[in-house]
């Protein structure tokens, strides 16, 4: 019998029975149950980090199973000699319409409409998406999401990942240094965040940017330098979903900085999440009981 750690009684629910696999809810704030017996954590969507640093007192855990794509900060938190696999995979929809509305958003003015409520101030100069050139910094699952629904719109997209391939939506994915930056109106940022990426949109990254240009983030805060965007605030436009520090503190300058819209680390947390969580939960039991390999294996 494989057991099982589940967050909610939302998850247990979607999940359903499954033969020879037994769900036990268990929130992370209390002492696990069944310690003896769990081959599988699914940690809390927000609060996950309160019950990895639990994970030491299951002696039968073989897998965490993660409900974020991301990783970063969980890795040493995992025991040794457990796997760890990430959300890839459920979060591409509603990330992808996040990237899409808060790029909209931002080039539209709606909202400077919604800050100068009670003004009629008609702007007819404002960037359409049709037409303008996007690169999609991070061309992964949810880079592909973002980049089908920017075609949808008609714009020009570029996908831009570690190495060069081909693509059947955007053609050509190419690396950092074969963009011309200068050119982009939009950039949208959904790298991983690892050593590599950290700042990876710095100052001499923004000052390559034209002026007007609009950086928008959905990947993880760190990926931005906020030192470095809040330089070239009033020349360039940024739409972040997620910030460095995170939480944002209420009286940080990037709240009230024009041209600057900011989110509360939305872009997962949908409708949308819980059937496909439950679906890759569901198919990740099956897996180890069935002895055949887990999807999404990040170590």
């Known amino acids: 019998m494989i057991v099982a750690l589940l967050p909610t009684q939302r998850l247990v629910d979607a999940v359903g029975p499954l033969d020879g696999v037994e769900l036990v809810l268990w929130r992370g704030d209390g002492p696990p149950p069944r310690a003896d017996e769990v081959d599988l954590v699914v940690p809390d969507y927000a609060r996950g980090r309160a019950a990895m640093g639990q994970l030491g007192v299951l002696p039968r855990l073989r897998v965490v199973q993660l409900q974020t794509a991301g990783y970063d900060g969980v890795l040493e938190l995992t025991p040794p000699g457990v796997l760890l696999a990430n959300a890839r995979g459920v979060h591409d929809d509603a990330t992808a319409e ?5 790029t909209i958003a931002s080039l539209r003015g709606i ?5 100068e ?13 049709a037409d303008s050139r996007v690169a ?11 980049a089908e629904r920017m075609l949808a719109c008609r ?40 050593d590599a990426t950290r700042h990876v949109v710095d ?33 360039l436009r940024f739409a972040l979903d997620v910030t460095d520090p995170e939480p944002l503190p209420s009286d940080h300058p990037l709240w009230t900085a024009p041209g600057v819209l900011v989110t509360p680390h939305i872009a997962g947390g949908t409708t949308a999440m819980l059937p496909r969580m439950a679906d890759l939960v569901r198919d990740q039991l099956t897996r180890l009981r069935d002895g055949r390999a887990l999807r999404n294996v990040i170590r």
């Open 98 to 102: 996040l990237a899409l509305g808060l």
């Open 111 to 115: 909202d400077t409409a919604v800050r």
């Open 117 to 129: 409520a009670g003004t009629w101030r008609q702007d007819t100069s404002r960037r359409s998406l």
């Open 136 to 146: 999609v910094l991070g061309y992964g699952a949810i880079g592909r999401a973002v």
């Open 155 to 194: 714009a020009v997209v570029t996908g831009v990942a570690s190495a060069a391939r081909d693509d059947d939506l955007v053609g050509r994915v190419v690396t950092v240094d074969d963009v011309g930056w200068s050119a982009q109106h939009v950039v949208v940022v959904v790298l991983p965040l690892d």
């Open 203 to 235: 100052a001499p990254f923004l000052a390559r940017l034209a002026d007007g240009a609009l950086v928008v983030n959905v990947g993880r805060g760190p990926l931005l330098d906020t030192d470095a965007v809040l330089a070239e605030v009033g020349r």
